[in-house]
């Protein structure tokens, strides 16, 4: 199957200070089999959602050690993985140890995700955690060859499951999709980090035409 095929090309990245959460193992957080558990999750995800109506991708820029690190899954913690297979229909568990571990981001993203019923399918411009050297538990912004090859896999990515928009949450993410030689529209709304929280919240209320709810201690 296609997204089989998409799996194991995304398992099969390597660069220099990243972790790919579909072949790397972390040996602090990580069961023994959490890279296939992470894996066989996306790929199941990604069956479903090319077989359904997918309104949008929603697009951030890289995973973060707090959260597509630990899950293998964009814009996702610890905290949000059983809920985000359960909107595709199918069941997760935790593929790392101990407590769960919640991130900023992802708190915010799912605030909204959890209001909004239709088809949304989340990535990233680079689909693995880039990391400073030396530090795998710490978060950089992806390079340009990295930002090269994560272009190609997010091309790849909008053929199979043919959306009919693409969210790109922050500049990075608007640039990048920018780049892409594709028809599909494209939406830029402002990445919720950094004091856009508000403004992320509004932008996404008023695209799925959510009343806005007060923001409790999301940051």
């Known amino acids: ?13 390597s660069f220099d200070n990243c972790f790919n959460p579909y072949s790397d193992r972390c040996e602090v957080h990580d069961l023994p089999d959490a890279p296939q558990r992470r894996a066989a999750l996306l790929s199941a ?63 915010v993203i799912w605030s909204m995700l959890e209001r909004i019923e239709a088809g949304i399918f989340l990535w990233n411009v680079f689909p693995l955690h880039p990391h400073d050297m030396g530090s795998p538990f710490t978060n950089r912004q992806h390079n340009v060859r990295e930002r090269r090859a994560g272009e190609e896999v997010l ?37 919720p980090s950094y004091g856009g929280q508000r403004q992320f919240m509004d932008q996404i209320s008023e695209m799925y035409s959510i009343i806005p709810t007060q923001q409790v201690g999301l940051f």
């Open 155 to 191: 091309g790849r990515l909008i053929q199979l499951l043919k959306p009919r928009r693409i969210v790109a949450i922050g500049n990075d993410a608007a640039m990048a999709v920018a780049r892409l030689e594709s028809l599909v529209p494209i939406v830029s709304v402002r990445h």
């Open 1 to 13: 199957m296609a997204t089989h095929s998409f799996v194991r090309a995304l398992a099969a990245l």
């Open 45 to 107: 995800m990604l069956s479903r959602a090319q077989s359904q109506d997918v309104d949008a991708v929603w697009i951030g820029r890289d995973l973060g050690y707090r959260g597509g690190r630990r899950t293998g899954l964009a814009l996702t913690d610890d905290i949000h993985i059983v809920r985000h297979a359960d909107r595709w229909g199918i069941s997760a568990d935790r593929p790392t140890i101990g407590s769960a571990v919640s991130e900023r981001t992802a708190a």
